[in-house]
Structures are given as structure tokens and as C-alpha cells.
């Protein structure tokens, strides 16, 4: 999807105003693998009414990627889990080769290889409901 925004924003306040800027410059940075990228649920695919459990994807981003361009993203989201922590799998066709990782909120990176990623997983903790995680994958130069 798009992202978008509805109501009335010129009524917020400063720090939510500052965090909509952010995620328009994100879309805008990451517009084509958002748009192009293979999508891989990582997460069972449910009725939209279920607010339980947990839902975590993963874009992986297709051909060449110019140098400081993402090469995927993995986003995940705590619903209405009782558990605030979960670690989540990569399929192995998606990921190849060694990565700089970037957590969205925190800017802080750790790098990980793709045997990493795939066989003991991502393990993500979001200590309140209906928080996420958001990743963003560069190839190690």
C-alpha cells in the first residue's frame, strides 16, 4: 500500500509531526524495494479481524542494488500477544550473504550473516501491544 495519513494534522504536536516526516523520508529513501521487493510473510496470513499473536514480513529486494541502497526489510508487529518477545526465521531463498542491519527507531546497526538469519532467527521484543519493529537490510561492503 501507500502511505497516507487522514485527520486533522496540523493539531498535532511537534514529536508526532517529527515521526510522520521520518516515515515519509523512509517511503520516499526505500520507494522502489518497497514497491518492487518480494514480500515473504513470515507470519500464517489470517482474517483481518484477528488481532492476536503476532505479524512479521520481510521485503527482499530484487537485482542490483546501488551501493548505501536497502537490500530488504523486515518489519514486525506485536498485536495482542501476551508475549512481548518472539524470534523470527528468514526463509533461506531470501537472504545470501553477510548484512549491516538498522533498527528504524533506534538508528543503532549489528550485522548478521544469512545462516544467522535464517537458522537461529531475528529475536525481536516489543515490551508494549501494538508496538513494532522495523529493519533495514544493507549488504556489508
Given at each position: 500500500?501507500?502511505?497516507?495519513?487522514?485527520?486533522?494534522?496540523a493539531g498535532l504536536d511537534s514529536a508526532t509531526k517529527e515521526q510522520i516526516k521520518k516515515a515519509v523520508a523512509f517511503t520516499?529513501?526505500?520507494r522502489k524495494?518497497?514497491?518492487?521487493?518480494?514480500?515473504?510473510?513470515?507470519?500464517?496470513?489470517?482474517?483481518?479481524?484477528d488481532r492476536s499473536g503476532w505479524l512479521?514480513?520481510?521485503?527482499?529486494?530484487?537485482?542490483?542494488?546501488?551501493?548505501?541502497?536497502?537490500?530488504g526489510i523486515f518489519h514486525a508487529f506485536r498485536l495482542d500477544s501476551p508475549t512481548e518477545e518472539r524470534v523470527f526465521r528468514l526463509p533461506g531463498d531470501t537472504v545470501s550473504e553477510r548484512y549491516i542491519?538498522?533498527?528504524?527507531?533506534?538508528?543503532?546497526?549489528?550485522?548478521?550473516?544469512?545462516?544467522?538469519l535464517t537458522e537461529k532467527g531475528?529475536?525481536?521484543?516489543?515490551?508494549?501491544?501494538?508496538?513494532g519493529t522495523l529493519l533495514v537490510f544493507y549488504r556489508e561492503h
Open positions: 500500500g501507500h502511505l497516507s495519513f487522514t485527520g486533522e494534522l520516499k529513501k526505500h524495494l518497497i514497491q518492487t521487493g518480494v514480500f515473504h510473510p513470515l507470519t500464517p496470513v489470517r482474517n483481518m479481524e512479521a514480513s520481510y521485503i527482499e529486494g530484487t537485482g542490483k542494488a546501488a551501493p548505501g541502497d536497502a537490500v542491519i538498522e533498527d528504524y527507531d533506534t538508528g543503532e546497526t549489528f550485522e548478521a550473516d544469512a545462516e544467522t531475528i529475536a525481536v521484543k516489543n515490551s508494549n501491544k501494538h508496538s
